[in-house]
């Protein structure tokens, strides 16, 4: 329920962007989302329309990458995708791994037309 | 058509706010913690207690978060600590900038710990930096234990867990160490303490946890 407000942030960097390249027009935004990070993509995909609809934005697509949780073993370094909540490393069972990725929110980039 | 790469956090003016109010935190030795739970978890109530078994002389203050009403402030505002209401007219969980906001007027030299309660509300709050120490998350008895499975960010994100309402275990399916085993697995090792605001059962450990807390922040 708080993605129509993450919409309007990534909104503001694509403004910023597009006043740093006047004459520019800034067509895609690419965004990654952890599995950690609480938004839903369907509706940040519904509120960045809405919000860029009528405006001088369009046309503006956003493209999302959904960024899988990684663990690392902290006893052997083995990484692996953490599935059904079970933090384990695979290969030596032990119970010390670590988050590496998944907690995203990120801008990754954004395409230009100049 | 050229592609730019930005890499920076979409939150990144919250993040900012975050930094600031987080050094703030740092400078002037407040230990701030964050409060989250479902609507009715017992956020106020744990409050309550807390500040009833505060010393008269503890420099503690609270922010509290509500969509609507001063009501959680004016229960609050009974044990003579500094209390202030966010309201915040419909937005789902508290933002840097409203902590920021709210703090004006209150001297962080004069204060050890800031304690905020968030919007009840297990999803959003977990998106939301407010510069704070800790993150604490409320479970009751009378919620599911696979809450910490449904809603993993936020057990991920907190340093404790407070599983509350634990007097109400005899009347109640919960099964509280399947509720923790969950929780652990989605943040293997998490801290979990049992607590009850009506028979204070387990108080004693909560109140060691803050004050090891504050011990742990000033040694950093």
Redesign the interface.
């Given at each position: 329920?708080?993605e129509l407000?993450?919409a309007a942030?990534?909104l503001?960097?694509v403004e910023k962007?597009a006043q740093r390249r006047p004459g520019a027009h800034i067509?895609k935004?690419g965004?990654k989302i952890g599995e950690?990070?609480?938004?839903d993509q369907d509706a940040l995909q519904f509120g960045f329309e809405v919000l860029v609809k009528d405006t001088d934005f369009e046309p503006l697509a956003l493209e999302l990458e959904y960024v899988p949780r990684i663990q690392r073993c902290s006893m052997c370094s083995h990484e692996f995708r953490m599935t059904e909540?079970?933090?384990r490393c695979p290969l030596c069972a032990d119970?010390?791994?670590v988050?590496v990725s998944g907690?995203e929110?990120?801008?990754?980039?954004?395409?230009?037309?100049? | 058509m050229n592609r730019i790469a930005v890499e920076k956090k979409v939150l990144n003016e919250n993040q900012i706010l975050a930094d600031q109010l987080r050094e703030r935190y740092r400078q002037n030795d407040v230990l701030c913690v964050n409060l989250v739970s479902s609507p009715g978890s017992g956020k106020t109530a744990l409050l309550e207690r807390t500040l009833e078994r505060m010393d008269k002389s503890s420099r503690v203050a609270v922010l509290t978060g509500d969509l609507q009403t001063e009501n959680d402030a004016k229960r609050l505002a009974k044990f003579g600590f500094p209390v202030k209401q966010i309201t915040t007219g419909g937005t789902c969980h508290l933002d840097a900038k409203m902590i920021g906001r709210h703090l004006e007027g209150w001297p962080l030299e004069d204060l050890d710990l800031l304690i905020v309660e968030n919007v009840g509300n297990l999803v959003c709050p977990s998106s939301y930096d407010l510069g704070e120490d800790a993150k604490i998350v409320l479970l009751s008895t009378t919620e599911g234990e696979d809450k910490p499975l449904k809603y993993p960010s936020i057990f991920f994100k907190s340093e404790l867990m407070l599983l509350t309402k634990i007097d109400l275990l005899p009347y109640v399916p919960f099964k509280a160490e399947l509720a923790k085993e969950n929780a652990r697995r989605v943040h293997p090792g998490m801290e979990i303490i049992d607590v009850s605001s009506t028979t204070g059962e387990g108080l004693d450990h909560w109140m060691e946890w803050l004050s090891a807390r504050q011990k742990k922040r000033a040694n950093v």
């Amino acid at each position: 329920m708080h993605e129509l407000g993450i919409a309007a942030s990534i909104l503001e960097s694509v403004e910023k962007e597009a006043q740093r390249r006047p004459g520019a027009h800034i067509s895609k935004v690419g965004v990654k989302i952890g599995e950690l990070a609480g938004v839903d993509q369907d509706a940040l995909q519904f509120g960045f329309e809405v919000l860029v609809k009528d405006t001088d934005f369009e046309p503006l697509a956003l493209e999302l990458e959904y960024v899988p949780r990684i663990q690392r073993c902290s006893m052997c370094s083995h990484e692996f995708r953490m599935t059904e909540f079970d933090p384990r490393c695979p290969l030596c069972a032990d119970f010390a791994t670590v988050c590496v990725s998944g907690e995203e929110l990120d801008i990754a980039y954004m395409e230009v037309d100049e | 058509m050229n592609r730019i790469a930005v890499e920076k956090k979409v939150l990144n003016e919250n993040q900012i706010l975050a930094d600031q109010l987080r050094e703030r935190y740092r400078q002037n030795d407040v230990l701030c913690v964050n409060l989250v739970s479902s609507p009715g978890s017992g956020k106020t109530a744990l409050l309550e207690r807390t500040l009833e078994r505060m010393d008269k002389s503890s420099r503690v203050a609270v922010l509290t978060g509500d969509l609507q009403t001063e009501n959680d402030a004016k229960r609050l505002a009974k044990f003579g600590f500094p209390v202030k209401q966010i309201t915040t007219g419909g937005t789902c969980h508290l933002d840097a900038k409203m902590i920021g906001r709210h703090l004006e007027g209150w001297p962080l030299e004069d204060l050890d710990l800031l304690i905020v309660e968030n919007v009840g509300n297990l999803v959003c709050p977990s998106s939301y930096d407010l510069g704070e120490d800790a993150k604490i998350v409320l479970l009751s008895t009378t919620e599911g234990e696979d809450k910490p499975l449904k809603y993993p960010s936020i057990f991920f994100k907190s340093e404790l867990m407070l599983l509350t309402k634990i007097d109400l275990l005899p009347y109640v399916p919960f099964k509280a160490e399947l509720a923790k085993e969950n929780a652990r697995r989605v943040h293997p090792g998490m801290e979990i303490i049992d607590v009850s605001s009506t028979t204070g059962e387990g108080l004693d450990h909560w109140m060691e946890w803050l004050s090891a807390r504050q011990k742990k922040r000033a040694n950093v």
